[in-house]
């Protein structure tokens, strides 16, 4: 048997404003400090330990991530980035209030702009400044893998080629790994771990700053999940 880890970074100063954030690189709240340190001190106190780590490039996964480390005195361990790991892309709703989204377009709508995995927010146009084909660290995605914007199951898509061909090799030969990425990247992570419906995927939460343990038999079929407390 061996474990897998999957962690939401702490809470960003958007999810603190109730703004819709996807790719926009905004940095942890000050309370997420202290939640990454607690998610830390819970993984220690649990006996965990780890290998190596994946995350986003985005700064809210990163410093969580580091702060995780540092608690466990593993800041040592190989770390890789990717951007198939990134919040899903929120389109032309990224920087937006979701209450004021809510009263403009209706509540249900954006609950399934949020939450349906097929629902698509409203697109971008490449010459808006939030496009990422502006930004250097995107510069080697192809015009087919910078989206405009990302429903979850286009998440799925740029999500699973990582998982199949980076972190699942990791796990079989045998390196405890951490997986500290976003609220929608994870989602559709665990809703293939877990062979979850779409109607199970929309009712799928997964909290900030909480470790979720996956206990995985030698073909890396999942025994259980839980939740650390
Ligand atoms: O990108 C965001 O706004 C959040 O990280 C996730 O938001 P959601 O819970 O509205 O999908």
Redesign the pocket.
């Known amino acids: 048997m061996q474990n897998l880890v999957l962690l939401?970074?702490g809470q960003?100063q958007?999810?603190l404003e109730n703004?819709?954030?996807?790719?926009?690189d905004v940095d942890l709240s000050e309370q997420s400090r202290q939640e990454a340190a607690r998610a830390g001190q819970l993984l220690l106190r649990h006996g965990y330990g780890f290998d190596m780590a994946f995350t986003s490039v985005l700064k809210?996964a990163i410093k969580t991530l580091d702060i995780v480390l540092e608690e466990l005195d593993l800041c040592w361990i190989p770390v890789q980035k990717s951007w198939r790991l990134n919040?899903?892309f929120?389109g032309a709703?990224?920087g937006l209030n979701?209450a004021e989204t809510s009263e403009q377009y209706g509540a249900e709508q954006v609950q399934r702009?949020?939450?349906d995995p097929h629902a698509l927010p409203p697109a971008l146009s490449p010459d808006d400044p939030r496009y990422p084909g502006h930004d250097p660290r995107y510069q080697h995605l192809t015009a087919r893998e910078l989206p405009l914007t990302e429903n979850l199951s286009q998440t799925m898509a740029r999500v699973l080629p990582y998982w199949t061909e980076q972190i699942i090799p990791a796990m079989r030969s045998h390196q405890r790994v951490l997986v500290c990425a976003?609220?929608?990247s994870l989602?559709a992570l665990v809703q293939y771990i877990d062979h979850l419906t779409d109607a199970e995927v929309t009712q799928l939460?997964i909290p900030t700053g909480v470790p979720l343990v996956y206990e995985l038999d030698d073909d890396l079929n999942r025994i259980r999940h839980f939740y650390l407390e």
């Open positions: 939401r970074h960003s958007w999810n703004r819709f954030t996807g790719w926009t809210r919040e899903r929120y709703l990224q979701k702009w949020r939450r976003h609220g929608n989602r939460d």
